[in-house]
C-alpha cells in the first residue's frame, strides 16, 4: 500500500480511535459475523437451510483469505483501501436482501469477506502507526473491541428484529444502511495523510519471529472458530427457548469488546507475545468446558473466555506483527491474516469430517478438543521462545 506525501493536519486520539473501531465494527460485526445470527432468520423464511448456509460460510471464510492474501497489493494508501472495504460491505450486505439467487449469495459473502480482511489489514496498519506517532499505544483497546462492538450490536439488532418477525431481507437491507451510516462517520473522522515515520531504534527479540508466529496466529483462527460458529447451537441444545440461547452471540461480542478494553490496563506487566500465549491458554479453557460437561453455565462460561480472549489475541498478534515486520508492515499483516483466515477455515471443515462418522455432537467434540490441544501446544511454544529470549537478553 503507497502513502500519500503530502502534510496533513495532525489527528486527534479520539478520530483515529473512533474511525477504527467503526471501521472494524463494521467490518467484522456486518460484514463477516452478521451471517451467524442471520443464518437463523434466513433458514425460519424458507429462504436457505443448513447446508446452503455452510456454503454461504465457506464463501466467506474463502473471500477473507483471498483479502488477506492480496490487501498488501492494493494499490491504495491504508486509509483509502479501508473506505473501498467499507463501501464493498455496505453494497454487498444490502445486496443479499435484494436477490434470491444462492449464486449470487455465495458472490456476495465472498466479497463481503475480502472487503473484510481489507479493512481489518488497512486499519491494523494506519491506526496503529498514528497511535504510535501520538504515543498512545494503549488506544489500540478501543479500536480492536471494535470488533466485538460490531458484534454485539448486530447480533443484538439481528435477535431483537427476529423477535419482531422482520423479514430477513428487509434485516440485510437494514444492516447494510446501518453500515452506510457508520461509513459516513468514518469517511469523516479518518486521518488523511500517513503518520510520520517513527524513529529507527533497535528490536529487542522477544522469542517466536516471523513464521512461527503466523502459525501460532492461524492455530488462533483454527481455536477460535470452532466455538464461535457452534456456541449458539450448543446453546440451543441446552436451552430451548430463543429468548435466552438467542443470547449466546451478543454475549461473545460484548466480551470481545470489553476484553481490548481492559486488557492494556490488566496486561500491562507482560510482553505482546505472553499476552498471545495467555489468551490461548484461555480459548483452550474454553473450547474444553463444553465437550467435558454440557450445560447452560459451560456454554456461558465458553463463550465468555473465547469472545474474552480472541480479540485481545488478535491485538497483541497484529501488533507484534507489526512492530517486528521489516518493509511494507501490510505484508506482515496480511500474512497474519492469512494464516489466520486459513485456520478458521481448517476448523469447521474438520468438525464436519468428523462429525460425518459420528453422532450428534461426538464430531464436533471431537474438534473442539483438538483445538483446545493445538492452542495449548501453541501457547507453550510462545511461552518457551519468550523464555529464551529473557535468557538472552540477560546474559
Not at 431481507?169 to 469523516?188: P, Y
Not at 492461524?218 to 477460535?224: E, N, P, R, S, W
Not at 512492530?323 to 506482515?332: E, K, M, N, V, Y
Request: charged share 10%; with cysteine.
Amino acid at each position: 500500500m503507497s502513502n500519500p506525501s503530502i502534510a496533513f493536519a495532525r489527528p486527534s486520539l479520539f478520530a483515529v480511535c473512533t474511525a477504527g473501531l467503526l471501521v472494524l465494527a463494521i467490518a467484522m460485526g456486518i460484514g463477516r459475523f452478521a451471517f451467524t445470527p442471520m443464518l437463523p432468520l434466513m433458514i425460519r423464511a424458507g429462504s436457505t437451510d443448513v447446508v446452503t448456509g455452510g456454503w454461504l460460510a465457506a464463501a466467506n471464510y474463502l473471500g477473507y483469505l483471498l483479502g488477506a492474501l492480496t490487501a498488501a497489493r492494493v494499490p491504495l494508501s491504508p486509509q483509502r483501501t479501508g473506505l473501498l472495504s467499507l463501501a464493498a460491505i455496505v453494497l454487498s450486505t444490502a445486496a443479499m436482501g435484494l436477490v434470491d439467487s444462492v449464486a449470487a449469495w455465495l458472490l456476495l459473502r465472498g466479497i463481503a469477506g475480502v472487503a473484510s480482511a481489507w479493512a481489518l489489514v488497512s486499519t491494523s496498519v494506519w491506526c496503529l502507526s498514528w497511535l504510535a506517532s501520538l504515543s498512545r499505544p494503549s488506544g489500540a483497546g478501543v479500536v480492536y473491541a471494535g470488533v466485538g462492538v460490531g458484534i454485539a450490536l448486530a447480533g443484538l439488532y439481528c435477535w431483537r428484529a427476529g423477535a419482531a418477525d422482520i423479514a430477513a431481507d428487509r434485516l440485510w437491507l437494514q444492516l447494510g444502511l446501518l453500515a452506510l451510516v457508520g461509513s459516513l462517520v468514518v469517511a469523516a473522522l479518518l486521518p488523511r495523510g500517513a503518520a510520520p515515520a517513527p524513529a529507527a531504534t533497535a528490536r529487542a527479540a522477544d522469542g517466536a519471529s516471523g513464521w512461527d508466529l503466523v502459525i501460532c496466529y492461524g492455530v488462533l483462527g483454527f481455536g477460535y472458530i470452532l466455538p464461535a460458529t457452534f456456541l449458539p447451537v450448543l446453546a440451543r441444545a441446552v436451552v430451548d427457548d430463543p429468548s435466552v440461547f438467542g443470547a449466546a452471540w451478543p454475549v461473545f461480542g460484548a466480551a470481545a469488546a470489553l476484553s481490548t478494553l481492559f486488557a492494556g490496563a490488566l496486561l500491562a506487566g507482560l510482553s505482546r507475545r505472553q499476552v498471545l500465549a495467555a489468551s490461548h491458554l484461555l480459548m483452550a479453557l474454553g473450547c474444553l468446558l463444553p465437550v467435558l460437561h454440557l450445560s447452560a453455565g459451560t456454554v456461558l462460561a465458553a463463550a465468555l473466555l473465547v469472545g474474552g480472549t480472541f480479540m485481545v489475541a488478535t491485538m497483541a498478534g497484529m501488533q507484534e506483527a507489526k512492530a517486528t515486520a521489516t518493509g511494507d508492515p501490510a505484508r506482515a499483516l496480511g500474512r497474519m491474516t492469512a494464516a489466520f483466515a486459513i485456520g478458521q477455515m481448517a476448523g469447521p471443515v474438520l468438525s464436519s469430517v468428523l462429525s460425518g462418522a459420528t453422532a450428534g455432537f461426538a464430531g464436533l467434540f471431537a474438534a473442539l478438543g483438538i483445538g483446545a490441544v493445538a492452542l495449548l501446544g501453541s501457547a507453550a511454544w510462545l511461552l518457551r521462545k519468550h523464555a529464551q529470549a529473557v535468557r538472552q537478553s540477560t546474559n
